[in-house]
């Protein structure tokens, strides 16, 4: 007798449609733009500005750790996507306000300094978005 396929107990709404797919679009955008980033100034002038140099390249691994679990199911993809909105925002809030703060400690812009302002603050409505969207498809 061939072994049957685990029932699916739980029913997701699609994550990648409509807004979802939208969103896991911008995030695909700012992984490739803060990677980019990050690279040119790492690869250039990282004696510049090294801490804002590695905050880039912090933000860069977030949003593509976001993109990509954003775009899959299930419930371990799910949290992971979560914990990187989070983690986002409260980097883009942390890393903003410091460099509010300190601008001296900055002397180049990240991705998320002066809370994003470089991108049209995206940086910090992003994660917003995400994180409600994240909780309007959880799996049940």
């Known amino acids: 007798m061939a072994e049957q396929a685990p029932e699916k107990t739980e029913v997701e709404p699609a994550r990648r449609s409509g807004p979802g797919r939208v969103l ?5 955008v700012f992984a490739l733009a803060a990677s980019a980033r990050a690279g040119v100034q790492i690869a250039t002038s990282f004696h510049d500005a090294p801490v804002a140099y590695l905050l880039s390249a912090f933000a860069a691994a977030v949003y593509i750790v976001a993109t990509v679990t954003l775009a899959r199911s299930g419930r371990t993809s799910h949290r992971i996507a979560v914990t990187s909105c989070t983690i986002e925002l409260i980097g883009v809030i ?5 460099s509010l703060a300190d601008s001296a400690a900055f002397p180049d812009t990240t991705v998320w300094s002066t809370y994003g302002i470089g991108y049209g603050c995206v940086p910090l409505v992003l994660p917003v978005l995400g994180l409600l969207w994240l909780r309007r498809v959880a799996p049940r």
């Open 24 to 28: 896991i679009g911008v995030y695909g």
């Open 94 to 98: 942390v890393v903003g306000t410091y």
